[in-house]
């Protein structure tokens, strides 16, 4: 049995992180206090810890690819990618995913079409604040990161197809009108 240092409570030793330097071979602070202190330090500034992986990444290539090979060897970036990434990157969880889709009659929100073999969707958010607006196929994606997310410059490129649908200048087979 130990005292941690930070809480005050006496735990058995595998409540403890193994250190070579301590006297007793363990660390002062309970795993549960060690692991609130980095993720208040990483909440106060997380690009430390980025850079410090990033670092490690350029320094050990090959122990790196050779972790990353296991990882995708293992099977569990298969099972929980999709989840993880709507979690990581826009905050949705899979559920919430499924009711904005049901929300959009199962389509995409610009075009409607639906899922299948040749379609995926995405999830549409805004780059400056990161609010999730909606889910779109492949193609209207990409379409909205073409022209800039401006809806002004969305105007305009409606305006000019309206207008050259109307009114052709040069016909389309080259010859004269």
């Known amino acids: 049995m130990k ?7 006496l735990k058995p030793f595998d409540n403890f992180y193994k250190a070579k330097g301590m006297r007793d071979g363990y660390r002062s602070d309970c795993k549960t206090c060690n692991l609130a202190a980095k993720v208040a330090r990483n909440a106060a500034d997380p690009e430390v810890n980025r850079r410090r992986v990033k670092r490690w990444q350029q320094e050990n290539p090959d122990r790196y690819r050779a972790r990353l090979d296991a990882y995708k060897q293992s099977g569990k970036k298969k099972i929980s990618d999709r989840k993880s990434h709507l979690k990581r990157k826009f905050g949705l969880t899979q559920a919430e995913y499924d009711e904005l889709l049901e929300l959009q009659d199962g389509g ?42 401006d809806p002004a410059l969305l105007t305009e490129a409606a305006h000019y197809l309206v207008f050259h649908r109307r009114t052709r200048l040069v016909p389309l087979t080259g010859d004269p009108v």
């Open 3 to 9: 005292k941690c240092s930070k809480c005050g409570e």
């Open 108 to 149: 995409c929100a610009i075009c409607g079409e639906l899922p299948g073999e040749r379609v995926s969707l995405h999830v549409d958010h805004d780059h400056l604040t990161g609010e999730v607006r909606g889910i779109l196929c492949v193609r209207c994606n990409n379409a909205l990161g073409l022209f800039r997310e």
